[in-house]
């Protein structure tokens, strides 16, 4: 059975910086990609990064420059470094793996920017 268990969400001042990590119940490999989604409070789900097999690495516009997704194979984690954080970054940031034909997702973790 496949699980993704995220870690590392809480509340932090605009400016920030948090930490993201997702644990696999396998092999990151065995994932054609994995990465990070999230969702606000009334909005769609939407990118932050995705890591491709390939290493390939997609991150959302809104994100670019502030924060990093990388993936440790033999620890089975991706992590999600998180800078310059704003408000607007508020939202809870699920995990996901894409194994064909199936889509993996994380529980998810609450991220609160606010002062």
């Known amino acids: 059975q496949v699980q993704l268990v995220e870690s590392g969400g809480g509340w932090v001042q605009p400016g920030g910086s948090l930490r993201l990590s997702c644990a696999a119940s396998?092999?990151?490999?065995?994932?054609?990609?994995v990465g990070w989604y999230r969702q606000a409070p009334g909005k769609q789900r939407e990118l932050v990064a995705i890591?491709?097999?390939?290493?390939?690495?997609i991150y959302g516009n809104s994100v670019k420059g502030r924060f990093f997704i990388s993936r440790d194979n033999a620890k089975k984690t991706l992590d999600l470094q998180m800078n310059s954080l704003r408000p607007e970054d508020t939202a809870v940031y699920y995990c996901?793996?894409?194994?064909?034909?199936?889509?993996?997702w994380g529980q998810g973790t609450q991220v609160t920017v606010s002062s």
């Open positions: 890591n491709t097999n390939d290493n390939r690495t």
């Open positions: 396998l092999s990151m490999f065995s994932f054609y990609t």
């Open positions: 996901n793996g894409k194994l064909s034909p199936n889509d993996y």
